[in-house]
């Protein structure tokens, strides 16, 4: 019996590989998306007794199987992709924009597909708006945004600076809580937002950065996980035959 367990939670384990290859791969072309890795752990192990005393010092012990220890974000940059957007910006090293929601709470993204609303505010394409409250003037001939975060309004006077776009950095971003829409939200095990060290990131406009998600990689995966997903079903069926055998032969 212990081995059907065994091999029906490594079946498990299997899917939700293949659910989290799955993810990844919907995702391949969204702006800024980090790809997923599931960790996985051994369960407890039984020690095996016998009757009557023994030389031997080895313990016997039999696993029981395999469980989902956690989910975690790969936070490493995507390539960036040139766009020609005036409101689209890739930020080059580390760093996450910082957007509010309508309830003024902090969320986090590298998505930086920026657009303007009816009143020139930068907003997400979600309508967050971009932290600062950023307001682009109607009569700007252009908007220039510099590595620094500055954004220049060029109008016939001259270059007028509106703000700086501040980014903030985590001591460790795996540690960020998804929310969907390419946001993040910090907890405990992020650490609080800081603002990055100098030089260690910068603003490119009119720019995107692209997935993190690698084709080959998560198909070789997915083959991979396939095949282990066969094999346990293959062990359930090899302890079924052998519970009915020991059966037949009680009768």
Request: proline content about 2%; hydrophobic content about 35%.
């Amino acid at each position: 019996m212990r081995s059907l367990y065994a091999a029906a939670s490594g079946m498990a384990a299997q899917q939700t590989r293949l659910d989290t290859i799955a993810n990844n791969l919907a995702n391949v072309s969204t702006t800024a998306f980090k790809k997923s890795r599931e960790s996985f752990e051994d369960l407890f192990y039984q020690e095996l007794t016998h009757g009557g005393l023994s030389a031997s010092t080895s313990r016997v012990e039999v696993g029981s199987g395999v469980s989902l220890s956690g989910i975690v974000k790969d936070h490493r940059n995507g390539q960036i992709q040139q766009t020609g957007g005036t409101f689209d910006l890739a930020i080059e090293g580390k760093g996450y924009f910082q957007v509010e929601t309508q309830e003024g709470e902090l969320l986090y993204t590298r998505d930086g597909n920026f657009r303007t609303d009816a009143d020139g505010v930068l907003r997400t394409a979600a309508g967050l708006v971009l932290s600062g409250n950023f307001q682009i003037p109607k009569d700007a001939e252009s908007i220039r945004v510099l590595e620094d975060g500055s954004i220049l309004a060029e109008q016939g006077t001259g270059a007028t600076t509106i703000g700086v776009i501040e980014l903030r950095t985590f001591i460790n971003p795996g540690g960020l809580r998804p929310e969907g829409g390419n946001l993040y939200s910090e907890t405990v095990n992020s650490g609080s937002p800081l603002p990055p060290e100098i030089g260690a990131s910068s603003i490119r406009q009119g720019f995107l950065e692209g997935s993190n998600v690698e084709v080959a990689e998560e198909l070789i995966g997915m083959i991979a996980a396939q095949r282990a997903y066969e094999l346990n079903s293959k062990v359930i069926q090899a302890s079924d035959e052998v519970m009915r055998t020991a059966t037949s032969i009680r009768r």
